[in-house]
C-alpha cells in the first residue's frame, strides 16, 4: 500500500480511494499500481501524522512540485490536504498541485474554493466530456446531471484564488467531436487544455 510515489519523475500523494465518480476509463479499473508504488489501493485512509511520516522518508527537495492524486479524488479529504500542503510548504518550500475532478463544492454542500488561495498553486481539473448528459454516461457520478455545470463553475471560481488552472480530457475515451468542444469550452474559460 503506497501512499507516497513517484511517478514519471514527480512525487505524488495518495490520499484516499474515495471517489463521487466511477469513470468508464479510471486507471483503477485496469491495475493496482502507478509509477513506483507497489499498491495504491488503500486498506483506509492515512492520517495526516501518517502522511507526514511518508514524506519525512523522501528527498522531497529533488521534486519540482508535489501532487495530490492517487486512486480517489483528493478533495474527499480536503480539510486534511490542505493541513498536509501547508506542512509540505513550511518544510520544504514546495508548490502544491492538485489533480481533481472538479465536484469538490458538491461533496462539502459549500463553495471550497476559497480554501485554496495561498496554499495551493495549481489545480488540474478532469473535464472529461463536452455536456452533461455525455459526462454523466461516461463518468457515472453520484451528484447526476448536475455534477457537469458544478465543474464548469468550479473551474471558473477556483481562478480567483489559485495562480494556474488547467482542465484535461482522456482523448481515448471520448470523440473527437467532443474533444474539441472540451477545448473550446478551456479557452472560453480562459484556462489551459490538455489531452491524457
Known sequence: ????????????????????????????????????????????????????????????????????????????????LLELAKFIKATWGKPIR?????????????????????IVDMVSVSMNEADAEKYNNLCHPRFGLKSYEAIIKYISDVKKYVPYVATSVVGSAISRESLEACRAKAAQLDVSFRVR
Open 98 to 118: 492538485i489533480n481533481t475532478n472538479g465536484l469538490a463544492d458538491l461533496i462539502w454542500g459549500e463553495e471550497t474554493c476559497p480554501w485554496l488561495e495561498g
Open 1 to 80: 500500500m503506497s501512499i507516497v510515489y513517484d511517478y514519471f519523475g514527480g512525487l505524488y500523494i495518495n490520499l484516499t480511494n474515495r471517489c463521487p465518480n466511477a469513470c468508464e476509463f479510471c486507471i483503477r479499473n485496469f491495475t493496482d499500481s502507478l509509477g513506483d508504488a507497489d499498491s495504491l489501493v488503500l486498506k483506509e485512509d492515512p492520517t495526516v501524522e501518517e502522511v507526514k511520516a511518508e514524506l519525512r522518508q523522501w528527498d522531497v527537495n529533488k521534486y519540482e512540485e508535489v501532487v495530490f492524486c492517487g486512486y480517489g479524488e483528493p478533495t474527499e479529504r480536503l480539510k486534511e
